[in-house]
């Protein structure tokens, strides 16, 4: 089985700090990492993904995340947070040796950037 | 120019009735997904269709009905509604429903309200 936790709720940072939202993941098999954003009353939009090669994945919007096998987790970074950044943010995983294409979510962390 | 859109973007209705929701992707993609996000944001995959057949259907009512008359279309219809459907129903879409490794992308939302 697959899951995926966001232990954090809520992550509030000033402007121009650096930025960590923070995933663990749980597969059998191999993961597939994704890290969506959600704005207010908005879609989810894909921001990045890990499916193979480099540990450090660049996304849109200056975000970027590190894959860390050992530690099974897949944190969202920004070097300097902007309050535009200010929105829902969520992790998914899909496990290569799943049964079907499901892709499970975690519960998301909101992120609050104040100027 | 939207890639996946949904109608109607909100609906407000009585316990008991029957409503549709209705969605369109223009990516060419073969793949689409409905999924359902409480008013706690938890984002739960509902049905996925592959080539207008259904692949997944997570445990959900039978009082909810898929139908994909083409690749391009994956609409979802609710009998006899209950207060417990209130939420917003995301359509999604993406290419390759056994390369796992591609995003999915999600249209703007229909927020459903049971009265």
């Known amino acids: 089985a697959q899951s995926v936790a966001q232990p954090e709720d809520q992550v509030n940072v000033a402007e121009g700090n650096p930025l960590t939202v923070k995933c663990t993941y749980s597969?059998?098999?191999?993961?597939?990492l994704f890290w969506y954003v959600q704005y207010p009353n908005r879609g989810l939009q894909f921001l990045l993904k890990?499916?193979?090669?480099?540990?450090l994945v660049k996304g849109s919007y200056g975000f970027e995340a590190e894959f860390n096998k050992s530690q099974t987790s897949f944190h969202l970074k920004k070097p300097s947070a902007l309050v535009s950044d200010s929105a829902l943010y969520f992790c998914?995983?899909?496990?290569?040796?799943?049964?079907?294409?499901?892709?499970?979510f975690g519960g998301g962390t909101r992120v609050l950037v104040k100027p | 120019d939207t890639a996946v859109s949904q109608t109607p973007k909100y609906l407000v209705t009585q316990m008991g009735n029957d409503k549709s929701i209705k969605c369109e992707q223009n990516?060419?993609?073969?793949?689409m997904y409905w999924y359902k996000q409480d008013s706690k944001k938890f984002l739960k995959i509902m049905f996925s269709?592959?080539?207008?057949?259904?692949?997944i259907n997570e445990t959900v009512p039978n009082r909810f009905s898929p139908k994909s008359p083409d690749k391009a279309h994956l609409n979802l219809h609710i009998n006899s509604l209950e207060l417990g459907d209130s939420a917003v129903y995301f359509c999604?879409?993406?290419?390759?429903?056994?390369?796992?490794?591609?995003?999915?992308?999600f249209g703007p939302g229909t927020r459903l309200t049971v009265l």
């Open positions: 990516l060419g993609h073969d793949t």
């Open positions: 269709y592959n080539n207008k057949e259904l692949i």
């Open positions: 998914a995983v899909r496990d290569d040796e799943a049964a079907g294409n499901k892709l499970t």
């Open positions: 597969v059998s098999g191999n993961p597939y």
């Open positions: 890990y499916i193979t090669g480099d540990n």
């Open positions: 999604a879409s993406s290419q390759g429903y056994f390369e796992r490794g591609n995003e999915q992308f």
